[in-house]
């Protein structure tokens, strides 16, 4: 039997839409718009992100470094332990939706992450693009659960969890390493049986407009 993924690892235009957003994974020739729209959002992001390694070079700064975390991302796709998607409206980069850990196996889940540059916030721009990528897991990848962790604090990440109606699961405490420190993170999750059960409302909501 082939494994879900192979045909998606065999298509470098791997392109997912949304109503109003494409999704697609970045690329190189990304760099420009990836630095203008980084650089600018710098002090909206940063407190909500994982602390950069001593030494490790910015890829918002440096085209090298972004160069590797490109290649960094393929190859992460190519074994199936990631699906990392610039987010694109009017082929604008505005931010990023990420398919990250995924587990195989008796587990068969991921977790989602995701940022919007401030300018394009409130817009349910990230609400949609969230909804194409759970249907790219459940119905490509053929994911059991996605799960979304949030810290309490971000209320801005939260009210796209609120817009889609997500299940909070609870309090992890001090689950994740966030901005060099142990953040406790609220536990969002989805199964593709409660997918499956609002399927045809999110299409209509946030994929089709119909």
């Known amino acids: 039997m082939r494994h879900p993924s192979s045909l998606i690892r065999k298509t470098p235009a791997l392109r997912l839409y949304g109503r109003r957003t494409v999704l697609r994974p970045l690329a190189v ?29 910015d890829p918002s700064r440096d085209r090298v470094a972004f160069e590797a975390r490109c290649a960094a991302r393929d190859r992460e796709r190519s074994v199936d332990h990631a699906y990392p998607f610039g987010v694109f409206i009017d082929q604008q980069l505005v931010g990023e939706v990420n398919l990250n850990n995924v587990t195989r196996g008796a587990l068969q889940s991921a977790t989602v992450g995701y940022w919007i540059d401030r ?14 990528t759970m249907r790219f897991a459940f119905e490509q990848l053929q994911l059991h659960r996605v799960e979304v962790c949030i810290v309490p604090r971000n209320t801005n990440s939260r009210r796209v969890m609120e817009k889609l109606d997500l299940r909070c699961e609870g309090l992890a405490e001090r689950f994740l390493e966030i901005a060099g420190t142990w953040e406790d993170h609220l536990r969002y999750a989805i199964t593709v049986e409660e997918w499956d059960a609002r399927r045809d409302a999110h299409t209509v909501q946030w994929i089709t407009g119909r």
């Open 119 to 132: 300018d394009h916030a409130g817009n349910g721009y990230i609400a949609e693009a969230v909804v194409v």
């Open 29 to 57: 020739q990304d760099f420009p718009a990836w630095r203008d729209v980084r650089l600018r959002n710098e002090a909206w992001l940063v407190p909500w992100e994982p602390q950069r390694p001593p030494g490790a070079a």
